[in-house]
């Protein structure tokens, strides 16, 4: 192994780089010797990664319902407390949402404070940021004043970006609560009370596709993800931009009796928890788990929402480090 990164560099197609020849103490350190006469050594502290890693990165994800009272932190107690961060970091890694309060509403400022968090923006097509606010001919439903029902943003890629930013630039309207659901809570539920719905929802595959006309996106993927254990690890959800089931898939008359359940299931009051952002507030989820929408608003007012995307796995990273976890 190069010793600053620890990568590999014995590959292990030669079979006498994968036979074990010997092993032997050398002091503290774990020593093995293949036919090949590659040494491999193997010191306590990765001993003990070795040991830790089948746990390390599993979903700690809490399930939540109407009940819950979301995280929330300031924003300045973000950059002026370690401890707080983490704590923060912490709690979006496993609710999957974090509200914040006291952020600046200038025109820079969304950007300003993912790059403040560490945390790089997923540029799409539709630009570095893109705003939610009431426009004279909306491009889509999110630049009107009517309800959005809940949904993931970007349905229409292979891989949604898994994270998302919402920000609150400025809110004169009356109405436009943001409301957010669990999205693994609801499929728990679906599974163990409709488990044929869920099973459909996981294996047949659907398109969603948003587009304008010089901008394009569309991917086809079941709704719901599910890891290699069976345990649900994603949702993808949007009415909006849902493609027709094809007519020749075997199974569309119950498909769409599932995805009612679903639908309906997700906008259910005992799951969702409704908020109002003022001007400076905003939230983080994770988007392959946590669905949002908004109530309808008065049109008179000015309602300013701007979003931008990241990766979850760099929040993930970024916890990581700070409880010193990486090397
Ligand atoms: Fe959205």
Redesign the pocket.
């Known amino acids: 192994m190069l010793p600053a990164l620890g990568e590999r560099r014995v590959m292990l197609g030669d079979a006498q780089d994968r036979t074990f020849a010997s092993a032997m103490w050398d002091g503290a350190i774990c020593q093995v010797v293949w036919q090949s006469g590659h040494v491999s050594r193997y010191p306590p502290a990765l001993l003990q990664e070795l040991v830790a890693a089948p746990q390390r990165r599993r979903s700690v994800a809490q399930r939540w319902d109407s009940a819950q009272v979301l995280p929330v932190v300031e924003a300045p107690m973000l950059f002026a407390d370690e401890s707080a961060r983490l704590d923060a970091m912490r709690a979006l890694r496993d609710f999957g949402v974090l509200r914040v309060r006291g952020l600046d509403v200038d025109d820079e400022a969304t950007v300003r404070f993912m790059r403040d968090l560490r945390l790089p923006i997923w540029e799409g097509p539709f630009g570095v940021t893109v705003d ?1 606010k009431l426009v004279a001919e909306p491009f889509n439903v ?1 630049e009107s004043s009517e309800a ?1 029902p809940m ?3 970007l349905a229409g890629y292979a891989w949604p970006p898994s994270g ?1 930013f ?1 920000h609150m630039l400025s809110n004169e309207a009356t109405g436009g609560d943001s409301v957010v659901v669990d999205g693994f809570q609801v499929l728990d539920h679906l599974r163990e009370e409709a488990p044929e719905a869920f099973d459909l929802l996981s294996e047949v595959e659907v398109a969603h596709r948003l587009f304008s006309p010089d901008r394009e996106t569309y991917g086809r993927a079941p709704l719901v993800r599910l890891g290699l254990d069976g345990s649900v690890i994603g949702i993808r959800f949007s009415n909006q931009t849902l493609e027709p089931l094809p007519l020749e898939e075997p199974r569309i008359g119950a498909w769409y009796e599932a995805y009612a359940e679903l639908t309906q299931r997700l906008h259910d009051e005992r799951y969702t928890v409704s908020f109002r952002l003022e001007a400076g507030d905003a939230y983080l989820i994770h988007s392959h788990r946590v669905l ?2 908004r109530s309808a608003f008065d049109a008179a007012g000015i309602r300013h929402l701007r ?1 931008a995307y990241f990766e979850f796995d760099n929040l993930l990273g970024l916890i990581d480090l700070m409880e010193g976890v990486a090397r």
């Open positions: 939610a999110s959005l949904h993931t943003d998302q919402l949002h929408g979003d």
